[in-house]
């Protein structure tokens, strides 16, 4: 377990040390949140891996350009719980918001989608990130378990630099393909704290595969 530790805190020292330096970079990613009791939203302090959501819950990705600390894009307003899955739902149901974002926002100036709201029927004990792979394939992880697309969108990148990514895109496709993504680019401190759970989920089960193997 000390070991698991420390790989995640190494994984994510270099976004932490942007932040302490005063470093103002933005990043492309999709961001995790959570409704709270006025239909508006909160960045959500637990992955989608990990959160289990309870029947009459708001959640929601959005796809940004975020700063690290307090500059975080928000999914749009889209009325709360009861705008989208009515008053009295006939079975315990989520209300789950994907915010494609804006041109923007957007990676090489792909169109993004139309925003989806939608009220997804509630397993006992799912969490959030099983409801999205049943209502948005195909999902898009990078090899650390980070969620880099919902819906297939995008179809490249997971977590860049703009700045470093906007130079390069069109030279020499260093944003990563479809399917498990290469890296391309700097993986920020939203990221981490907004689906870091997702990783870590995939790292225990390389220290228990380790433990057997011993």
């Not at 040390?17 to 006025?38: K, L, Q």
């Not at 309870?54 to 990705?61: E, H, K, R, T």
């Not at 974002?101 to 090489?108: L, R, S, V």
Request: net charge negative.
């Amino acid at each position: 377990m000390a070991c698991l530790a420390a790989l995640l805190i190494s994984w994510a020292a270099p976004g932490a040390a942007h932040a302490a330096d005063g470093d103002e970079t933005a990043y492309r990613y999709w961001s995790f949140w959570t409704g709270d009791a006025d239909g508006g939203w909160v960045y959500a302090d637990e992955g989608p891996g990990t959160l289990r959501p309870g029947a009459g819950d708001l959640v929601g990705f959005r796809f940004g350009v975020s700063g690290e600390r307090d500059d975080r894009t928000a999914p749009r307003d889209t009325g709360g719980f009861a705008a989208i899955c009515g008053a009295e739902p006939a079975e315990p149901s989520v209300a789950l918001v994907l915010d494609f974002g804006t041109a923007a926002d957007a990676p090489g100036g792909v169109t993004p989608p139309e925003r989806r709201a939608e009220c997804v029927p509630l397993p006992d004990r799912a969490t959030v990130a099983e409801l999205l792979a049943e209502v948005a394939p195909p999902l898009r992880y990078d090899q650390a378990g980070l969620l880099c697309g919902i819906a297939g969108y995008p179809e490249r990148g997971c977590g860049e630099d703009v700045g470093a990514t906007d130079e390069t895109d069109d030279s020499n496709g260093a944003n990563g393909s479809n399917g498990a993504d290469d890296g391309g680019g700097s993986v920020g401190v939203p990221l981490l704290v907004g689906v870091g759970a997702v990783a870590l989920l995939g790292l225990a089960g390389w220290a228990r595969a380790r433990r057997r193997r011993s």
